[in-house]
């Protein structure tokens, strides 16, 4: 990809412990407001990123389109895909605009396309 060329990737990610902590001091009902409000957002706090899996996917980034693009093949992942890849299986995705998706025969064309491999 062309975007590997011009981009330089630095992966870090935030101590979350005070939004941990703002979010145990909350109630049953303020936490169900929130989600109400904002969907499954708070499972991202328990969400650990992937350095090499985000540096991979990275270099595959299509700014233009904001799709992944592998030589001809655009990929636009949907939420479930997401979950995949984030491997966070909580996330409701009748929370957000999704479709229905296989989520494995999505992974599997990532893991060919890419040439990785499941681990």
Request: net charge negative.
């Amino acid at each position: 990809s062309e975007l590997w060329d011009f981009t330089r990737i630095s992966v870090t990610q935030n101590n979350l412990q005070e939004l941990k902590e703002v979010w145990d001091q909350w109630d049953d009902e303020t936490k169900q407001l929130f989600y109400r409000d904002y969907g499954d957002l708070p499972y991202l706090l328990d969400v650990k990123v992937d350095k090499h899996l985000f540096r991979a996917l990275a270099q595959y980034w299509n700014l233009a389109y904001s799709c992944f693009t592998f030589r001809k093949v655009d990929l636009v992942p949907t939420v479930e895909e997401y979950t995949t890849l984030l491997r966070y299986l909580r996330i409701q995705a009748n929370k957000a605009y999704s479709r229905a998706a296989n989520v494995l025969t999505f992974l599997n064309r990532l893991i060919s396309i890419t040439g990785m491999s499941e681990q």
